[in-house]
């Protein structure tokens, strides 16, 4: 098997430092389309984690009644709304975003399954795909051949299932996996104690992160810095593992103060800058 570790010195080979003279119109634009009715915090953590790892501009798409939740709860995020109240109906926007991650707290509203697909036809940009995007798709399997190469795609473990079916053990969940990503060449970040991510043959085990993670959100969050990742020009496979490993290491590094029960997914994005700073202050 080909397993790649991922500690500091791997990220550091695929690290970008910041451009002195970056402005915020070439560090990326990234678009998080998510939330419904009682589930809008899920896009306001992605997109607030987006901005804080590092893309120049965010907007998230929601439907109509995330509106003032988004704009009060996040004032640097743009907002896009849906024509329903509650539910995604219509994916359509006219800014051009570098990345779109898709999913956080969507739902399976069937009007929102038309708009997943439909959307999925037309999409050219680079894609983070989670959540209840990815159930959808389990739902409606002939969908994944919309996805264009590389595209990347997070469940946690009963995603994962739903979209590959069970496994009878850690060997077999990992060949499924694998055959899946080839299949459709998709990069496939199988969270869990630690996260792996699959790239075709290829698997990078991540060295980060901790069971203070298991808490309601964090996925979201993951959702939001891997999109920003993507936004500011990484390429799909390290921007999965360079995402994975910052959201891991906030955690290793608010552990101290929060132990593993009162971290929350809020936690994670206070703690990026810090999770940056290792790999700033690795090289001097
Ligand atoms: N504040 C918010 O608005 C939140 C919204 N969320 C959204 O709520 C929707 C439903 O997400 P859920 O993930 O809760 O629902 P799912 O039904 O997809 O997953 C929940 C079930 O999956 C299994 N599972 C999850 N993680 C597992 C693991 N590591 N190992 C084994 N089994 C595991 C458990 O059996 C659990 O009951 C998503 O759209 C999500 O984005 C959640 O992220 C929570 C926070
Ligand atoms: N025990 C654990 N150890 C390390 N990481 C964990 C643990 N439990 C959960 N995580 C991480 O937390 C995140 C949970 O994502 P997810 O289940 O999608 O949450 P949500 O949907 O609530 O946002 C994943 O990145 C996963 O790897
Ligand atoms: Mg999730």
Redesign the pocket.
Same mark, same amino acid.
């Given at each position: 098997m080909n397993t790649i570790f991922i500690d500091q010195k791997e990220i550091l080979k695929r690290y970008k430092y910041i451009d002195k003279q970056t402005h915020k119109g070439i560090q990326g634009h990234a678009l998080l389309i998510g939330g419904s009715y009682g589930k809008i915090g899920?896009v306001c953590l992605s997109s607030k984690a987006a901005l804080k790892t590092g893309c120049g501009l965010v907007t998230a798409f929601v439907p109509k009644c995330g509106y003032e939740i988004v704009q009060i709860s996040i004032p640097e995020v743009m907002v896009l709304t849906d024509v329903q109240e509650k539910f995604i109906s219509n994916i359509t926007f006219e800014i051009v975003p570098q990345a779109i991650g898709i999913g =956080?707290g969507i739902g399976q509203e069937r009007y929102t399954q038309k708009a997943l697909h439909d959307f999925l036809k037309i999409n050219t940009a680079p894609l983070v795909m @989670? #959540?209840d995007a990815l159930n959808i798709l389990s739902l409606n399997k002939s969908w994944l051949s919309l996805l264009a190469p590389k595209t990347i795609i997070t469940p /946690?473990p009963k995603e994962l299932e739903r979209l590959i079916g069970t496994w009878k053990s850690e060997e077999e969940k990992f060949e499924k996996t694998k055959l899946f990503s080839k299949q459709y060449n998709l990069i496939v970040v199988m969270?869990? %104690? =630690?996260?792996h991510t699959i790239d075709g043959e290829t698997i990078y085990e991540n060295s980060t *992160?901790? %069971?203070a993670?298991?808490t %309601? *959100?964090? *996925? @979201?969050?993951?959702t939001g810095m891997i999109t920003s990742l993507l936004a500011q020009s990484y390429e799909p496979v390290n921007a999965a593992i360079l995402g994975v490993y910052l /959201?891991?290491l906030t955690a290793d590094i608010a552990l101290p103060e929060t132990g593993y029960q009162s971290f929350i #997914?809020s936690n994670v994005i206070e703690n990026i800058g810090k999770a940056y700073l290792t790999l700033q202050n690795a090289q001097k």
């Open positions: 899920s =956080p @989670d #959540a /946690h969270k869990g %104690a =630690p996260t *992160g901790n %069971a993670l298991a %309601a *959100g964090s *996925g @979201d969050v993951l /959201h891991g #997914a």
